[in-house]
């Protein structure tokens, strides 16, 4: 350990010295080959992990020591001119890749669009189509019913409780697919419904308690659901916990939203780290909050369940 902070000491004192001895060079030459050395210079912070207000402080520090050494007024204005352009450049990666982030987060967003509205296609034809067919089979079964003996006819209407069942389930994955509710009403009674549907078909346990209420932007509706139906999916099919609390709560323009089960948890790095966990959708879940700027914390180990907290700005 303290070799490790030794080494990020030496590290550190080692880019400071080198980006003030570039700034001094450009302050007196000026020239075209010191603003590339100020973009590498950038370049290597960011890929050591330093802040923008880090790399700012750096040059302020450096910008102080320059004007004190400096003599009149005209040189001090030049120190200040050439310290912003060094600064400027450096600081271009950054800038580089905050644009190619929000390009990635538009694109994600997008594509979640589109999903939804596949989604939205695929559950009104499961709920409709599928509808139809049944009643036509019904009208079918009907006609060879009525020329049956009796026995015949029981069985018949033993098919007819079968398709009964059919057109329930077809219902009930139609609406966790896409849910009316979830446009209707908002995303709290569309979890609700979606978790009485889980309760009832994988006997677990939900509890929903919510300090907010009112209607979100659609966009963040739909997330917040998606990400708390992969939850409770997780929570049923992986993790075999028989409860699950869900809660919901808003703190000034954040809000909150934790599922927390009682499951056999799992080692997050581990998971992470194998693509063969992927049915997990920890990922899909991460690229879902970050296309509307929430983030997703995932605290869980073997043994002892899994707790998701969600955060999302609401404003």
Same mark, same amino acid.
């Given at each position: 350990?303290?070799?490790?902070?030794?080494?990020?000491?030496?590290?550190?004192?080692?880019?400071?010295?080198?980006?003030?001895?570039?700034?001094?060079?450009?302050?007196?030459?000026?020239?075209?080959?010191?603003?590339?050395?100020?973009?590498?210079?950038?370049?290597?912070?960011?890929?050591?992990?330093?802040?923008?207000?880090?790399?700012?402080?750096?040059?302020?520090?450096?910008?102080?020591?320059? =004007?004190?050494?400096?003599?009149? %007024?005209?040189?001090?204005?030049?120190?200040?001119?050439?310290?912003? +352009?060094?600064?400027?450049?450096?600081?271009?990666?950054?800038?580089?890749?905050?644009?190619?982030?929000?390009?990635?987060?538009?694109?994600?967003?997008?594509?979640?669009?589109?999903?939804?509205?596949?989604?939205?296609? @695929?559950?009104?034809?499961?709920? &409709?189509?599928?509808?139809?067919?049944?009643?036509?089979?019904?009208?079918? =079964?009907?006609?060879?019913?009525?020329?049956? *003996?009796?026995?015949?006819?029981?069985? +018949?209407?033993?098919?007819?409780?079968?398709? &009964?069942?059919?057109?329930?389930?077809?219902?009930?994955?139609?609406?966790? =697919?896409? *849910? %009316?509710?979830?446009? &209707?009403?908002?995303?709290? *009674?569309? @979890?609700?419904? =979606?978790?009485?549907?889980?309760?009832?078909? +994988?006997?677990?346990?939900?509890?929903?308690?919510?300090?907010?209420?009112?209607?979100?932007?659609?966009? @963040?509706? @739909?997330?917040?659901?998606?990400?708390?139906?992969?939850?409770?999916?997780?929570?049923?099919?992986?993790?075999?916990?028989?409860?699950?609390?869900?809660?919901?709560?808003?703190?000034?323009?954040?809000?909150? +939203?934790?599922?927390?089960?009682?499951?056999?948890?799992?080692?997050?790095?581990?998971?992470?780290?194998?693509?063969?966990?992927?049915?997990?959708?920890?990922?899909?879940?991460?690229?879902?909050?970050?296309?509307?700027?929430?983030?997703?914390?995932?605290?869980?180990?073997?043994?002892?369940? %899994?707790?998701?907290?969600?955060?999302? *700005?609401?404003?």
């Amino acid at each position: 350990m303290r070799v490790a902070a030794s080494i990020g000491k030496e590290s550190q004192r080692s880019f400071e010295d080198a980006y003030r001895s570039a700034l001094r060079t450009y302050v007196v030459r000026s020239g075209e080959e010191e603003l590339i050395h100020a973009y590498e210079l950038g370049r290597q912070g960011m890929e050591s992990g330093k802040s923008l207000l880090e790399i700012a402080s750096l040059n302020q520090v450096i910008l102080l020591d320059l =004007l004190n050494e400096a003599q009149g %007024t005209e040189s001090r204005m030049e120190i200040l001119r050439a310290s912003a +352009c060094f600064l400027g450049e450096s600081l271009s990666p950054y800038e580089m890749a905050r644009r190619g982030f929000q390009d990635a987060v538009e694109a994600l967003r997008q594509l979640n669009e589109t999903l939804e509205e596949e989604i939205r296609r @695929i559950a009104h034809s499961v709920h &409709d189509e599928s509808g139809q067919l049944l009643v036509a089979v019904r009208l079918a =079964l009907a006609d060879v019913e009525r020329g049956l *003996p009796k026995p015949q006819q029981e069985q +018949c209407k033993q098919i007819e409780q079968l398709l &009964d069942q059919v057109e329930e389930q077809l219902r009930r994955y139609s609406h966790e =697919l896409r *849910p %009316t509710i979830l446009d &209707d009403l908002g995303w709290i *009674p569309a @979890i609700r419904f =979606l978790a009485d549907s889980v309760t009832k078909r +994988c006997n677990l346990r939900i509890q929903i308690r919510t300090r907010f209420s009112g209607r979100l932007p659609g966009a @963040i509706e @739909i997330a917040l659901y998606r990400v708390v139906q992969e939850a409770l999916a997780n929570a049923a099919k992986h993790s075999k916990a028989s409860q699950v609390s869900i809660q919901v709560r808003r703190a000034g323009r954040v809000l909150s +939203c934790s599922v927390e089960d009682d499951g056999s948890g799992f080692d997050l790095r581990a998971v992470q780290s194998d693509r063969r966990h992927s049915g997990l959708g920890l990922i899909g879940m991460q690229e879902r909050l970050s296309a509307i700027g929430g983030t997703l914390s995932i605290d869980s180990a073997p043994g002892r369940g %899994t707790k998701l907290l969600i955060r999302v *700005p609401v404003q």
